[in-house]
């Protein structure tokens, strides 16, 4: 069974993305992907690559690419609001 617990090397890199983030500037692509290929490695996985990607109509690769995308772009935002208070969207996005 696979432990959905990070580890330590895991936690580490994460403390020093996390570090980059700030409000009102947008994290870059390396470290939302970043961010998100270490979360993902410790979420349950209900659908396979395969699945994914026929329902977007895209390859494995590109969906494993665009779902890791999204959970570190989703990730970081809920930190910079967590950490540093609630700040607005923007236009269109709320």
Same mark, same amino acid.
């Given at each position: 069974?696979? $432990?959905?617990?990070? *580890? @330590?090397?895991?936690?580490?890199?994460? #403390?020093?993305?996390?570090?980059?983030?700030? =409000?009102?500037?947008?994290?870059?692509?390396?470290?939302?992907?970043?961010?998100?290929?270490?979360? $993902?490695?410790?979420? *349950? @996985?209900?659908?396979?690559?395969?699945? #994914?990607?026929?329902?977007?109509?895209?390859? =494995?690769?590109?969906?494993?690419?665009?779902?890791?995308?999204?959970?570190?772009?989703?990730?970081?935002?809920?930190?910079?609001?967590?950490?540093?208070?609630?700040?607005? #969207?923007?236009?269109?996005?709320?």
């Amino acid at each position: 069974m696979k $432990s959905n617990a990070a *580890d @330590a090397p895991d936690l580490t890199e994460l #403390l020093s993305l996390f570090a980059r983030l700030r =409000p009102g500037a947008q994290a870059n692509w390396s470290t939302r992907y970043r961010i998100g290929v270490i979360l $993902s490695k410790h979420l *349950d @996985a209900h659908c396979t690559l395969a699945e #994914l990607g026929r329902a977007l109509g895209v390859t =494995p690769q590109n969906a494993y690419t665009e779902s890791v995308l999204a959970l570190g772009t989703l990730v970081c935002a809920l930190y910079v609001r967590m950490h540093f208070g609630r700040y607005p #969207l923007p236009a269109g996005k709320q």
